[in-house]
């Protein structure tokens, strides 16, 4: 580890970073240890941000789902790093499909053959597509082109209508048709990273105790070095001192001064704080960028739903886009036999079901359930709790790659990295840690 550190005038070098999520905290880490005095400002009574936690009665868990990857090579590096190697296990997994009020399993190339939805020619296509699909190294040429053009050609259309398509519904909503063919690549890459390369069977990865244990390792390491993550403070404004050259943060009503400023939020966030010219080129670009929401209920059940860790469904009336049981990954002895489910929904910002109360959402969601397991009752139901977010996917249109920003800002050390900025992955925390720890290093690049 280097412990070198940043001096100006025989004083460390101060950063701040707004957002405490997995970016934030990464990059923390890597400033922390390249000798900056790093400040964390956190809006919310917990760090985590998209990863953060849920408490109920005895039972910790994430809010969202989330899972490891054997190819999260940047992630894992992450979390041994903070010393969490004997907290990392590994399951193999099973994957299902429901359509045409059926639930199939596609987990194995027995079940691909018997797969009833396609044909046997469309599976021959879908195969070698795929493995077409994972020769092609660079993600340039796709991003002309979008997800829909590009899928029909390599896999055909029947594919693209019974399979892809709703697959992309079930990822983007209502912005499927806009989406670049660059950013399904990179879907197609990741997740075919998931099947070990000796048994072909799907294995996933996730830390006992879910990101809290993570964030927490990570908050300690960067209390022992001398850095501060404060929580439930909300920035106001962030402006550059031009005669002094300090940045100047204003938070909770009280002012602070800084030497870098690192933003890790969302792009509207980060306009919302920033003082400076916002026609600027790069500002205005970071105000283009649309964002997927997100609300998700979260099912506490007494029983198992299905031996699927996630099930993808082809159901267009179903008002989730996707069924996910994490405790077919994570031990339900750490919940005390008590199952997990996630239902998802991504969602543009006008979106009818954006705008309906919990108390209204839970129904819905429950009774379309039952449609997939008629014999869910009510009494399996141990409690349940909906989530929302408001900015979780950037919506990257075709051509996002030639308009993709940079972690420095016209505003003088002030930089910027937030998943707007991924340009050959999918959103998830892997891509996140590498992208964090890039623009870390940009800042202590240019403060030598």
């Excluded at 923390?28 to 849920?54: D, N, R, W």
């Excluded at 296990?89 to 053959?113: A, P």
């Excluded at 960067?222 to 001192?241: D, P």
């Amino acid at each position: 580890m280097d412990h070198t550190q940043i001096h100006a005038n025989n004083r460390l070098l101060s950063v701040a970073i707004i957002g405490c999520g997995i970016a934030g905290i990464a990059a923390a880490l890597k400033l922390t240890e390249g000798g900056f005095s790093v400040t964390v400002f956190e809006k919310e009574s917990q760090i985590g941000g998209l990863s953060s936690s849920y408490v109920w009665q005895d039972l910790t868990c994430d809010r969202f789902y989330h899972v490891i990857l054997p190819t999260d090579s940047d992630l894992l590096k992450f979390i041994n790093n903070l010393g969490m190697e004997s907290a990392l296990f590994w399951e193999k997994t099973k994957s299902g499909f429901y359509g045409h009020r059926r639930l199939v399993s596609l987990s194995s190339m027995k079940d691909f053959l018997r797969f009833p939805f396609m044909t046997l020619r469309e599976k021959l296509r879908l195969g070698l597509g795929i493995l077409y699909a994972n020769q092609i190294r660079h993600a340039e040429k796709l991003d002309s082109i979008s997800a829909r053009s590009w899928l029909t050609r390599i896999f055909g259309a029947q594919n693209y209508e019974n399979i892809w398509e709703p697959l992309l519904r079930s990822k983007f909503g209502d912005a499927h048709d806009r989406v670049s063919a660059a950013l399904i690549w990179a879907t197609i890459k990741r997740l075919y990273g998931t099947r070990s390369s000796v048994e072909k069977k799907e294995r996933l990865g996730y830390v006992q105790g879910g990101y809290k244990a993570v964030f927490e390792a990570a908050r300690r390491r960067i209390n022992e070095s001398g850095g501060k993550i404060l929580t439930s403070v909300n920035v106001e404004k962030a402006a550059l001192n031009r005669q002094s050259g300090k940045i100047v943060v204003v938070a909770n009503s009280r002012i602070f001064h800084f030497d870098r400023l690192l933003l890790t939020i969302p792009c509207q966030e980060a306009l919302r704080i920033i003082e400076d010219n916002k026609e600027h080129p790069y500002w205005r670009r970071l105000g283009q960028i649309d964002y997927l929401g997100v609300i998700c209920l979260l099912l506490v059940l007494k029983r198992r739903l299905s031996p699927y860790y996630v099930i993808n469904l082809l159901d267009r009336t179903l008002p989730f886009t996707g069924i996910v049981e994490s405790t077919n990954v994570i031990s339900t002895a750490s919940f005390r036999d008590r199952h997990l489910v996630y239902l998802p929904r991504y969602v543009m910002k006008d979106e009818p079901l954006l705008y309906m109360s919990d108390q209204e959402i839970w129904p819905l969601f429950f009774e379309k359930l039952r449609n997939v397991f008629p014999d869910l009752i009510g009494e399996d139901t141990l409690h349940k709790k909906i989530f929302r977010e408001k900015y979780v996917q950037p919506v990257l249109n075709i051509g996002f790659l030639e308009k993709l920003v940079g972690f420095r800002s016209p505003l003088a050390g002030v930089y910027l990295v937030n998943s707007s900025l991924i340009s050959d992955s999918t959103l998830n925390n892997n891509a996140m840690v590498n992208l964090a720890q890039k623009a870390a290093k940009t800042i202590i690049e240019d403060s030598t």
